[in-house]
């Protein structure tokens, strides 16, 4: 930002702290207001909507301005963090009424979209993760960082799944030793540095260790990906303490890209938040719960043992209401005590914040009492308590304490006597002064002493000039007047200072105390933190069980002979939206005669639903929940994939085939035996014969290649050949009943194939107006007859109308291409082979 010449002291103060803060949005704290100047206030009163004025508006000059008040900026920081910004917040440093000349100021933080910690600018149930990738070669290491709760994950990835990583971590902010774009999410590029040893004594010191051993760290590539962060964090001026990285491996979880954590809406829906997974299972009572349980649902347990142990739990709390009962209570009493022990660290937590970590922690006794009762189930889950931090809160902090933290009201009557003494003074000073006076009074025997006041001399006694002789000689003269004599004493001075000076005296030393007690508590982090993590498991696992009992769900076996046999399953969202009884089926897959089922039927007819709930099925059971079937028996898994619907990527410049084609592609190199495949639709972006060769040869590759249990919902029924003559794969179909000319989806998907695609009624079922709904009947009654089509234009058109047809499949009969056509042993061909036949078929029908 430029700055302009002969401008005021206080504007060439705000271009020089702006030079510094070039790509942030700069609060410059002007009494009641922060102001901003320039492009900032162009930008901000755009984004905020507030009015745009200017500075000089009589000079060559002028300045655009727009400002917020002080005391209320949080709702406007928020929307600039939305919109991707940073700010950067500018105090005054010194008090205005004890300064000549221009008020010191400086940038007390930072924030941004990644780094804001208030519990107001973060959403109790998201992470808010800062991506750090560092470059090398053809790796990308990834430090994933949520200031807001200390959590880091550490993670290699390969150049080319960049994108669905950031976007699987849900990141706020990326900080890149790379040029990247990656879709709406704000990019920060910094230079990694060019000495190891400082990148690795940077993070050694962070975390108070002397080797990189000591955090399990053996890949150079994470210590630069971490000195990057904290680089960033200490430019920001953010205090944190990071938890010890934990490095993720696929191996570890069921692993769920991002387009098929969106095709099964587990944690957020184009219908609104209630249409997720997340939301039916999320019973749980904290914010840490909520969290917890959001990120085992998009990367589910991989572990037998773990599984089952989760499981355990849940069925004992099932079988113990009583017990869940009383845990959800205790559980329903605890604030965000991991958001509260980052505000600790960062030294931004308020006295409100010391009343919800009591709160919290009051109710640890009993909830750990209880589940070490059990300790054969809950024996990992060993709470602390954290008593003494409870009594000091107990002790000095107002139950209701101001929100204001350096204007007194914090500290409780009886805490500190120094604080007592001055709030007494300050609430009772005129009685102090009259207890002296009567004192006084009778000391000297004077009744007509008194004393006064004015803002010249302060406090003092006053006295005729006839007793002004019988004052002690501990009274100081100090001031005579035509008819009385004016003097102070000792106490009368001390008592006058600590009166005039009570109110700013009490309100620096609450603050300095509340700081003594504040930097105990976040003395505790780690203990916080780690108590935190045990409530957040134990709160999903009791979310679990709350949402088993009241949706009847029954515990699914884990095993590991790569079966999957599910009977009577449902749909756990469908099931809770609907009106009407859920209809539910079974899933029988397995590695040998079933791993492939060719499912077809009617739009409409509950085929996505179907294909939908053995996916969430399996995720819920690899989560360590009870599932919505009458029994489910589930292996362990590698990865679910999906291929469902329409969609294009119009800022890439991606047709909607294309998107099909890469997701596709995506999963035929990267499934493997153990994955599960959804897939709905595919070729239909494209001709029916380019679409039917591509459908048939990705389903036979699977069945052939790769091995993964599949369930194939198509449109094609060319495709059910697969299913009658492919080792591995078998027909299915979704049952309809016709009755007295209407149809009637039964909903339940039985061995089959379908013989119609009833496509003409569900248009009517749409609204399509019935003048359409006729002449549609009426088409394809002929085409089922074979008519040709040019007779059905001259029978049933109007000829101002036959322009608009579009002739579909014509040939005459003595056509070459018809002979070429007949003479095709269809049972000898591959998918590749009929896809060159009807490309040089084309060619031909064209000449």
């Known amino acids: 930002m430029q700055k302009p010449k002969n401008v005021t002291p206080a504007m060439a103060q705000f271009y020089d702290i702006k030079e510094q803060y070039p790509d942030s949005i700069l609060f410059f704290r002007m009494g009641d207001f922060y102001e901003m100047f320039g492009d900032d206030a162009l930008t901000a009163s755009k984004i905020l909507g507030i009015a745009l004025t200017c500075r000089n508006k009589s000079s060559e000059n002028q300045i655009p301005l727009c400002g917020i008040p002080y005391h209320s900026y949080m709702p406007y920081l928020i929307k600039l963090l939305k919109a991707g910004k940073k700010v950067a917040i500018c105090e005054q440093l010194e008090d205005p009424k004890l300064v000549k000349g221009v008020v010191k100021r400086g ?7 990644a780094t804001a910690i208030d519990d107001e600018a973060v959403v109790a149930f998201d992470n808010n993760f800062l991506i750090s990738l560092y470059a090398e070669l053809d790796k990308i290491y990834m430090a994933a960082v949520d200031v807001t709760t200390g959590e880091t994950y550490l993670k290699t990835i390969p150049v080319d799944t960049l994108e669905e990583n950031t976007h699987s971590m849900e990141a706020k902010e990326i900080i890149a030793n790379i040029d990247v774009d990656i879709n709406n999410i704000p990019v920060t590029i910094r230079n990694s540095g060019k000495h190891y040893n400082t990148a690795l004594n940077r993070v050694l010191s962070h975390y108070s260790v002397t080797s990189e051993k000591a955090l399990f760290i053996e890949d150079k590539g994470y210590i630069w990906a971490l000195a990057m962060v904290l680089d960033y964090l200490d430019d920001l001026i953010l205090t ?30 184009d219908y609104g938040k209630d249409n997720t997974l997340f939301f039916i299972l999320n019973q749980t009572s904290t914010p840490m719960g909520a969290r ?89 889950y060993k709470l602390d308590a954290q008593e003494k931090l409870y009594f000091l809160i107990e002790k000095s902090i107002n139950d209701e304490p101001p929100a204001a933290i350096k204007e007194g009201g914090i500290i409780k009557s009886g805490y500190n006597s120094h604080v007592d003494e001055l709030r007494d003074i300050k609430h ?25 006041y004015n803002k010249v001399f302060g406090y003092y006694f006053e006295v005729s000039r006839i007793n002004a002789a019988k004052m002690p000689a501990y009274f100081e003269r100090k001031q005579t007047l035509a008819n009385s004599e004016r003097f102070i004493t000792d106490e009368l001075r001390e008592l006058e200072n600590k009166i005039l000076n009570a109110e700013e005296k009490l309100a620096d030393i609450e603050y300095s ?72 089926n079974d899933f029988y897959l397995d590695n040998d005669e079933n791993r492939l089922l060719i499912i077809t039927g009617p739009n409409m007819s509950g085929k996505s639903t179907y294909l939908r709930s053995s996916a969430l099925i399996a995720i819920m059971a690899h989560c360590g929940c009870f599932v919505p079937a009458d029994m489910a028996e589930i292996p362990l898994l590698d990865r679910i994939f999906t291929r469902v619907g329409a969609s294009d990527n119009l800022s890439r410049g991606e047709s909607t085939f294309m998107v099909e084609m890469v997701e596709t592609a995506n999963i035929l190199k990267n499934a493997t035996k153990n994955s599960l495949i959804i897939l709905d639709e595919i070729g239909r972006g494209t001709s029916t014969f380019d679409g039917i060769s591509i459908a048939w040869a990705v389903a036979e590759y699977i069945l052939n290649n790769i091995g993964a249990k599949t369930l194939f919902a198509t449109h094609y029924f ?47 079922m749409a609204g399509l107006p019935e003048s359409v709904i006729k002449r549609a009947n009426e088409v394809l009654s002929d085409l089922e007859n074979h008519e040709d089509i040019s007779l059905m234009q001259e029978k049933k058109l109007p000829k101002q109308k036959q322009r608009f047809v579009q002739p579909i499949l014509v040939f005459d009969n003595s056509h070459p291409v018809i002979d070429e056509l007949k003479s095709i042993d269809i049972d000898n061909i591959t998918p590749i082979q009929a896809i060159q036949i009807l490309t040089d078929l084309k060619k031909k029908a064209a000449l």
């Open 718 to 764: 060319e495709l059910t050949e697969i299913g009658e003559k492919g080792k591995g794969a078998q027909n299915y179909t979704v049952s309809v009943e016709e009755w007295d000319n209407e149809v009637i989806f039964l909903r339940k998907v039985i061995k089959g194939t379908a013989d119609k695609s009833y496509g003409i009624y569900v248009g009517k």
């Open 107 to 113: 940038v007390t933080r930072v924030v941004t979209p």
């Open 428 to 452: 009772n000073g005129k009685s102090l002064i009259l207890e002296i006076e009567e004192r006084e009074r009778k000391a000297t025997g004077i009744s007509q002493l008194k004393i006064g």
């Open 240 to 269: 944190t303490k990071l938890m010890l990285p934990v490095t993720l491996n696929d191996a570890d979880n069921l692993i769920i890209d991002s387009v098929a954590s969106s095709t099964l809406e587990l944690t957020t829906s």
């Open 292 to 380: 917890f349980l959001k990120n085992t649902i998009t990367r589910p347990l991989r572990n037998t043992a773990q599984i089952n142990t989760r499981l355990d739990i849940v069925e004992y709390f099932i079988n113990n209401p009583s017990f869940l009962s009383t845990v959800n209570g205790l559980l329903s009493n605890i604030f965000d005590i991991e958001r509260i022990t980052s505000r600790l660290i960062s030294g931004r937590a308020t006295p409100k914040d010391l009343i919800w970590l009591k709160l919290s922690i009051k109710n640890i006794p009993e909830l750990d009492a209880m589940l070490q009762s059990v300790p054969d189930i809950f024996a990992k």
């Open 513 to 584: 105390i509340f700081q003594d007690i504040r930097k105990y508590a976040s003395s505790q982090a780690d203990n916080l933190r780690q108590l935190a993590k045990l409530i957040a498991e134990i709160d999903t696992i009791a979310a679990f069980a709350n949402i088993s009992i009241k949706n009847n769900y029954s515990r699914p076996k884990i095993l590991e002979n790569g079966i999957i046999n599910i009977k009577e399953g449902r749909h756990p969202v469908v099931e809770n939206k609907s009106k009407d009884a859920f209809v539910p």
